[in-house]
C-alpha cells in the first residue's frame, strides 16, 4: 500500500468515526468541510432530510477572482458561509471536519464561520 493511499485510507476510517457521532439536525444541521490540494468546501446540511441548506466553496467567482492564499481563502469561505447560513436561519451548527486535522485551513474557515455568526 503506497504512502498516499495509506494517508487516505487513516482519513476515511476517521471520517467515519467522526459520522457515527456527528449528526445535523433541523435545530443544529452539519457544516461539513472537504478540503482537496486547491480548493476548499464547505456546507450546512440537514440529515434528517438530507438537504443543503447552505454551501460556499474557493471555487465562487469572489473568492477564486483574488489572488490570497489558500488559508486566506479558507477564511472567505468560512465567512461566505456563515451568512448564507445566517440568512437561512441557522444560527447553531455541528462541526464535522471531515477527517482533517483541525489545524490551518480547515482552523481557518471554522474561526471565520464563527466570527460570522455560527456557533458550534
Do not use: W
Request: no cysteine; charged share 30%; glycine share 8%.
Amino acid at each position: 500500500m503506497s504512502f498516499k493511499s495509506r494517508k487516505e485510507h487513516r482519513r476515511l476510517k476517521i471520517r467515519k468515526s467522526i459520522r457515527k457521532k456527528v449528526f445535523g439536525t433541523p435545530e443544529q444541521p452539519r457544516l461539513s468541510v472537504f478540503r482537496s490540494n486547491h480548493d476548499i468546501y464547505a456546507q450546512v446540511i440537514n440529515d434528517t432530510e438530507g438537504h443543503t441548506i447552505a454551501s460556499a466553496s474557493s471555487m465562487n467567482k469572489e473568492i477564486a477572482g483574488q489572488k490570497v492564499t489558500k488559508t486566506d481563502q479558507a477564511r472567505l469561505v468560512g465567512k461566505m458561509l456563515a451568512t448564507l447560513a445566517v440568512e437561512a436561519g441557522v444560527e447553531r451548527v455541528v462541526f464535522d471536519r471531515g477527517g482533517f486535522l483541525y489545524h490551518g485551513r480547515v482552523k481557518a474557515l471554522a474561526d471565520a464561520a464563527r466570527e460570522g455568526g455560527l456557533k458550534f
